[in-house]
Each structure stands twice: as structure tokens, then as C-alpha cells.
């Protein structure tokens, strides 16, 4: 039980390239998060999705778009790479719709764009 | 909105020393609550939650927290440090923001930085 993954663990782009991050997690969650993390800003939601087939925005949505076409996986696109977006991302999931049950989170993906 | 507070950025503790990791929420009705715990280039790992009952929770790795409705109020506590617990400690509140289902994610605090000298 690999619990929540996410590839790749480092990139580095250049202004204007695109690129997709890889979240996957083996706990049948229905719900799954992408955050953001900045020095000093904490974590802020990007997109997140209650099932397969579904998506929603979060906090900080611009620049980012998501695809959930498995259960098991949530895709985050950067279709155009901006210097802002320079970031460590997470992925999350959580198995329960009460806000209350826990989120698992993965290892993190750190992005640098030049 | 919902907000959290995490008013100390840094933290220097000595190893055996008690520690209190401040948090100060915002929010209209009952928050949930959490302590997530996140070791140098890690992810998040919870150390605690709150939604109902009992205020005094207690969480792994020793630690506890207490709600304090009157001050809004969610400090985490552990009464002896160890040098491994040296991390940033985020605090989040969990509710219905986005989308009223309960399935929103979570609201973060800016994280405290804890230093354990020896």
C-alpha cells in the first residue's frame, strides 16, 4: 500500500513551457487535492475533485487545469509555465465527504520555472 | 472566510523542554481542526484533529492540542521536546467552503518553524 504518489518528486521548465504532474493514490479515496506550497504562504488549494470525472476550483486556480479520468488518479497541467508558479506542490486525498475525515498527502513535486 | 493563524513563525525549544505551538482560527460555526507535522522535504503527516466532544485531543507522537472556543483558539502542546521533532507544524481548519458538500479541502496557517537545540 503505496498510499499517495506523485511523479515527478523534481522539474525545472522554462518560462512558457507546459508540463503535467501525476498524483495517484491506492486507498479507492473519492476525494483528491492539489495545493500549493509557498515560503511563508502555507498550503493554498489549487483544484481539487469529490470522484472520477469531476473537478472544482480552489484558492489559487489560475495558470493550473486538472483532469480526474480515473479514480485513482489526478492530473495537474501547467499549460504555460510562469515564474510564479515556482513551487513545492502536494496532492492530497481523503476517503470520507466529512470534512472532518483525514487527508493523506504525498511526498510533494518540486517545480522550479526559469 | 475562513482563516487560520499561526502567529510564530520560528520556534527555538531545548531538547526536554515543553513546547506550545500557537493557532487562531476564524470561522462562523464549529471548525475542524488540524495539526499537520511536515519534516524537511516530506509531506504532511497529522498529528491530530478535532470536530466535537472532548476539547483536550490527544494526537501521535506525544503531542495534544486544545480547543478553545472563547479564544478561537487550537494550540498544539507536548510536555518534553525531542530532536526529532524539529519540522513546520501547519495548523488547518476543514469546512464547507467551496462547494457546501463537505468536500473542500483545507485552509492552512503559514506554519511554525521548531527548532530543537540541544
Known amino acids: 500500500n503505496a498510499g499517495v504518489t506523485q511523479t515527478p518528486k523534481f522539474r525545472v521548465l522554462k518560462t512558457g513551457q507546459s508540463m503535467t504532474l501525476l498524483c495517484a493514490q491506492d486507498?479507492?479515496?473519492?476525494?483528491m487535492y492539489w495545493y500549493r506550497q509557498d515560503p511563508g504562504m502555507g498550503l493554498r488549494l489549487i483544484h481539487y475533485?469529490?470522484?472520477?470525472?469531476?473537478?472544482a476550483k480552489g484558492e489559487v486556480p489560475d495558470g493550473y487545469n486538472v483532469s480526474r479520468l480515473k479514480k485513482q488518479n489526478f492530473l495537474l497541467g501547467l499549460e504555460s509555465a510562469a515564474p510564479s508558479q515556482t513551487s513545492v506542490y502536494f496532492c492530497?486525498?481523503?476517503?470520507?465527504?466529512?470534512?472532518?475525515?483525514?487527508?493523506?498527502f504525498g511526498p510533494g513535486t518540486r517545480l522550479t520555472v526559469l | 472566510a475562513q482563516s487560520v493563524t499561526q502567529p510564530d513563525i520560528h520556534i527555538t525549544v531545548s531538547e526536554g523542554a515543553s513546547l506550545e505551538l500557537r493557532c487562531n482560527y476564524s470561522?462562523?460555526?464549529?471548525?475542524?481542526l488540524f495539526w499537520y507535522v511536515q519534516s524537511p522535504g516530506q509531506g504532511l503527516q497529522l498529528l491530530l484533529k478535532?470536530?466535537?466532544?472532548?476539547?483536550l485531543v490527544q494526537g501521535i507522537k506525544g503531542f495534544e492540542a486544545e480547543f478553545k472556543r472563547s479564544q478561537s483558539s487550537f494550540n498544539l502542546r507536548k510536555p518534553s521536546v525531542h530532536w526529532s521533532d524539529a519540522a513546520e507544524y501547519f495548523c488547518?481548519?476543514?469546512?464547507?467552503?467551496?462547494?457546501?458538500?463537505?468536500?473542500?479541502?483545507?485552509?492552512f496557517g503559514k506554519g511554525t518553524h521548531l527548532i530543537i537545540q540541544p
Open positions: 492530497a486525498s481523503r476517503g470520507g465527504q466529512l470534512a472532518v475525515v483525514e487527508q493523506f
Open positions: 478535532y470536530f466535537s466532544g472532548d476539547t
Open positions: 475533485s469529490v470522484g472520477e470525472g469531476t473537478t
Open positions: 488547518a481548519v476543514g469546512a464547507e467552503k467551496y462547494s457546501g458538500g463537505g468536500a473542500d479541502g483545507l485552509t
Open positions: 470561522y462562523g460555526a464549529t471548525p475542524y
Open positions: 486507498m479507492n479515496h473519492e476525494y
